[in-house]
């Protein structure tokens, strides 16, 4: 399955563009964009578009691009199930981005169901995060569903880890960081 995952950034060239130029089942958005930067998938009906929002989003963009919400929701394509958590680490106070508590995300996904990829903005405490930046932590209940559930893969966004200190695995489970736009071929 070759997805096309978009985080934190627009992507370098236009999704059109990329879509030509390669074979794509599946489009996921991972946080921190908005309308403009997503624009274009407006008339991409022939694949599902499925995403979470992220610490900086309105949260009101995917109905008019038609991208399923999938916060603590699961969706299926081509016996693959997918699951998701939008946000970060709540660091600042506001009634409209999307933030949780470290408890409240452990209580969030305590009886979240196995998926084989689970969609994140921000990354599971530990990978690829900055644990003592408040604002780029990542999140324990991320970490504790990972470590129970064992997804296949988990893909997020949010921080900026480099290629020294980029983690790939946590457990059983493959960590796949995006920034802009990622084309992943997932061997399922």
Do not use: W
């Not at 985080?7 to 964009?33: E, F, M």
């Not at 084989?116 to 569903?145: Q, S």
């Not at 470590?147 to 980029?166: A, E, F, I, R, V």
């Amino acid at each position: 399955m070759i997805i096309l995952a978009i985080a934190d950034r627009p992507p370098r060239t236009s999704i059109k563009s990329i879509l030509q130029n390669n074979h794509v089942d599946l489009i996921c958005t991972l946080g921190d964009l908005d309308f403009f930067m997503l624009k274009e998938l407006q008339d991409i009906n022939d694949m599902p578009k499925i995403g979470v929002y992220g610490n900086h989003c309105s949260g009101k963009y995917f109905e008019s691009l038609g991208i399923k919400n999938m916060h603590l929701q699961t969706f299926e394509f081509q016996g693959v199930i997918f699951g998701g958590f939008e946000g970060s680490v709540r660091y600042k106070e506001s009634s409209y981005a999307k933030m949780y508590t470290q408890k409240e995300a452990q209580v969030l996904l305590r009886d979240f169901p196995y998926v084989d990829v689970m969609l994140t903005h921000a990354p599971p405490y530990g990978i690829n995060d900055e644990p003592n930046d408040p604002t780029h932590a990542g999140l324990i209940g991320i970490r504790d569903y990972v470590l129970s559930k064992k997804p296949k893969y988990l893909m997020h966004g949010h921080t900026y880890p480099n290629s020294k200190n980029m983690v790939t695995k946590l457990g059983e489970t493959g960590i796949i960081y995006v920034y802009q736009d990622k084309l992943i071929d997932l061997p399922l």
